[in-house]
């Protein structure tokens, strides 16, 4: 605290002088070093785990159908898609790890022990249970100590959540991971590694996970696909069946429509999306590290918002004053400051240095004859000064302390120093006078600073639809302060119904206070069974489980290691002001897969039924299965480019409206299949077109319907309401060109007539551009807008 005080150093008691290196060696062998191990998965298991999941499956078993029926090409190249699909989440992921790991670049935690009856410094990976180490102010406690001998003031904020300074006498246990602020004490090393408190937290982190909403829902709609896909599969062999056809006749039809129901470039066009926004996001200072989080985050009904470091900017400040009678605020102010140390490291010496700065106080006004900082064991800061021929002493402190040695009546101060304390401020006592005689001049009021930003980004997050919680482990009348003071409604929830049963309207509460670390992990998980998709914003240790357990887990930008390494999201700017531009662009993200995803449905249910209906029609196929593996790749990686495509946001959380999107689809399908099938059956009836020749048509009639397609869902309102990026158009019109290139040039399929192909084009625009009406009333009546 004070650059101007020298302590020596405090030697430990005789019947305990440490470890010899010896005793040392051995213990470092059988517990291992003082660290928290960090699960690191290898490169290549990383990127192979990437490849077992149920969508990638569905891939792999369209390789295997493909080497089946000896088609190599398109399982080379669907293959290629699969590690593709693969490679883009990877790299993105590993992009923001290295950014991440650059965060974590900082000095390295030393510790002074004593070894061989020697004191001695060494790194605090190397202390080992029993140990005896040397703690002063501005050092890391690099293992939990018990003191044995002095006394320290402590900031455990990253751990506990308290903002306020702890003060530890000898007996008493400073944690790993906390800040000494304060004091000078010596004591025995009691545990190391993950059996500290800090690494018991960190267990919990391990432990701690939430589903990944975003697969289940697809493999959801994957599998209703596939139900339809086994139903059509079951008509066809029923019929092939009465008209006495082989099996091995209708094979390559079956083939086909398995291939139609296939959702080829579904991963990718997901990873893409994610990948996309989350480099959007970094030009906000957010850095994405689990890829699915933009889906959870775009869901987000609660955010768990620490206090501590996150609404607050964990640094005391001024907030009351009350001068005694016969003095003045400024002579509080300077009083107060003279008692504290300009070059000192206490947050509350540098708070009320600020303020009396701010006053017109300047230092070296008189001087300094002698300067004690902060002592938990006395409770008081006090510093001797020389005015022209006689010393003055300041002093400040606990305020019953400072008032007992100035001598002060109880009802002068007490019914203030209850007022302040009542507003959740934390109070202190300042005197000043003579070294016989001593006078209070008053009480200061202290408070950790809130973000000038916290209210506004509150407001935007409650304007999104989210509601935010305040989860602290500070006390209820400085948590329900600070809520007022950013705009959080609502009741604070008492530390005994927080630790009870957290069902009911306990979850009603907008603060909750007095919180531990498995607090917060319980509340994160009972919100969650409740049905919300929570959020969780932290910076400390003790945030760290809520912030795994979590669907969208967010380390603030002064986090610590372990709060970054358990959270899916890292903010790089001070404040929340990160979150809201996630929730934005996640929901742009969210509502481009929906577009793909409602495009790929009508499409797959679309051809099968085509395929099916066409055979029932005609006995012949609609589609040969080199046509049909033409056409996914096409069209689909035409439809990737969704994924970049200009979007509205929704003003309210995204959730999976399966049903919805199911109905959609089904009913739009039915009216696609109604041109593609009318055009199949003039061809067939009315033009008496050949097999092939007919085929190639269909071919390019549901290339040409997909792209209308595309064009008539991106928007939930009508098409023309916003206009598409170029990259979507560009995309369209190089996937035009090869098919026409393909069917007017005879290449893989007989050539067909400009006259037809340029009629089908002019039909597809017309027919869609009424669709579009229809469109609308639905996805009003389906609520997916």
Not at 395 to 404: C, D, E, I, N, T
Not at 706 to 711: E, K
Request: glycine share 8%.
């Amino acid at each position: 605290m004070s650059g101007q005080n020298t302590t020596s150093t405090i030697v430990p008691p005789r019947d305990h002088r440490g470890l010899t290196t010896a005793e040392a060696q051995a213990r470092l062998r059988q517990h291992g070093p003082n660290a928290v191990a960090e699960d690191k998965a290898h490169p290549v298991k990383d990127f192979l785990r990437r490849f077992w999941a149920p969508i990638p499956w569905l891939l792999e078993a369209t390789i295997i159908i493909q080497l089946f029926i000896g088609e190599k090409v398109e399982a080379a190249v669907i293959g290629g898609l699969l590690v593709l699909n693969a490679m883009l989440s990877l790299l993105q992921e590993g992009r923001a790890q290295k950014a991440l790991a650059l965060l974590r670049q900082q000095m390295r935690v030393l510790a002074h022990v004593r070894r061989d009856g020697v004191w001695t410094t060494l790194p605090s990976e190397e202390l080992v249970q029993g140990d005896v180490v040397h703690l002063r102010q501005g050092i890391i406690v690099p293992a939990d100590v018990k003191l044995e001998a002095g006394s320290l003031l402590v900031d455990q904020s990253a751990l506990t959540g308290e903002s306020a300074a702890a003060s530890l006498e000898s007996g008493k246990t400073a944690y790993a991971g906390s800040m000494v602020r304060g004091g000078e004490a010596t004591g025995e090393v009691v545990a190391t590694g993950a059996r500290t408190f800090f690494g018991k937290t960190a267990e919990l982190v391990r432990t701690a996970g939430s589903v990944n909403r975003q697969e289940r829902e697809i493999v959801g709609v994957v599998k209703n696909l596939f139900v339809v896909n086994a139903a059509m599969v079951v008509v066809v062999i029923g019929y092939a069946h009465h008209l006495g056809m082989s099996l091995g006749s209708v094979l390559p039809l079956l083939l086909t429509i398995l291939l139609a129901s296939i959702p080829v470039a579904l991963p990718a066009t997901f990873t893409l999306a994610a990948a996309l926004g989350s480099v959007e996001l970094s030009r906000h200072g957010v850095l994405i590290t689990r890829l699915s989080a933009l889906h959870d985050i775009a869901s987000m009904t609660v955010l768990c918002s620490d206090k501590t470091g996150t609404l607050t900017r964990n640094q005391a400040t001024v907030k009351a004053l009350w001068p005694a009678p016969g003095a003045s605020e400024e002579d509080l102010l300077r009083a107060a400051a003279f008692a504290s140390d300009p070059a000192g490291q206490d947050p509350v010496d540098g708070a009320i240095i600020k303020a009396a700065a701010d006053r017109g106080w300047r230092d070296r006004e008189m001087a300094l004859i002698e300067f004690k900082p902060f002592d938990p064991a006395t409770k008081r800061a006090e510093a001797v000064y020389r005015d022209k021929e006689e010393s003055r002493r300041f002093m400040k402190g606990a305020s019953a302390v400072v008032a007992k040695l100035a001598g002060a009546a109880d009802t002068l101060w007490q019914p203030q120093a209850e007022i302040i304390a009542g507003r959740g401020q934390r109070v202190l006592g300042v005197a000043e006078g003579t070294a016989g005689q001593m006078r209070l001049v008053g009480l200061i009021g202290l408070e950790d600073a809130v973000r000038e930003d916290s209210k506004s980004i509150v407001s935007a997050i409650r304007d999104a639809g989210v509601r935010t919680v305040m989860v602290t482990g500070d006390n209820a009348l400085t948590a329900r302060s600070v809520a007022e003071q950013v705009g959080i409604p609502g009741n604070a929830c008492s530390p005994d119904k927080l630790h009870g049963d957290l069902s009911g309207d306990a979850l009603d509460c907008s603060v909750f206070a007095g919180v531990f670390p498995e607090d917060k992990f319980r509340l994160v998980r009972d919100f969650q069974r409740r049905g919300e998709v929570v959020g969780m914003s932290g910076d400390g240790v003790n945030d760290a489980p809520a912030l795994r357990q979590a669907e969208a887990g967010i380390a603030v930008a002064n986090a610590t290691d372990v709060a970054k390494a358990a959270a899916a999201m890292v903010l790089t700017r001070p404040g929340l002001g990160g979150v809201v531009a996630a929730i934005e662009a996640s929901r742009l993200v969210f509502q481009r897969i929906i577009t793909y995803t409602l495009n790929m449905l009508i499409k797959k249910i679309e051809i099968m039924a085509l395929l099916v209906i066409g055979f029932l029609a005609t006995g012949h196929n609609a589609l040969t299965p080199l046509l049909m593996v033409l056409f996914l790749f096409l069209n689909d990686f035409v439809t990737m480019s969704l994924s970049t495509d200009r979007m509205q946001y929704s003003r309210h959380p995204n959730r999976w409206n399966t049903r919805g999107i199911l109905l959609a689809a089904a009913a739009l399908a039915a009216c696609k299949l109604v041109f593609s099938l009318g055009i199949f059956l003039c061809g067939y009836h009315v033009l008496h077109l050949d097999m092939p020749h007919l085929q190639t048509m269909i071919f390019a009639t549901l290339i040409l319907s997909a792209q209308a397609g595309i064009y008539l869902l991106r928007e939930r309102g009508h098409f023309w309401q916003s206009p598409p990026r170029l990259l979507l158009i560009g995309s369209s019109l190089l996937g035009l060109g090869v098919v026409a290139v393909l069917a007017l040039g005879g290449i893989l399929m007989p050539a067909l007539s400009a006259s037809f192909f340029l009629a089908v084009a002019g039909a597809a625009i017309v027919y869609f551009s009424c669709l579009d009406w229809l469109k609308v009333w639905l996805f009003g009546r389906l609520n997916l807008r």
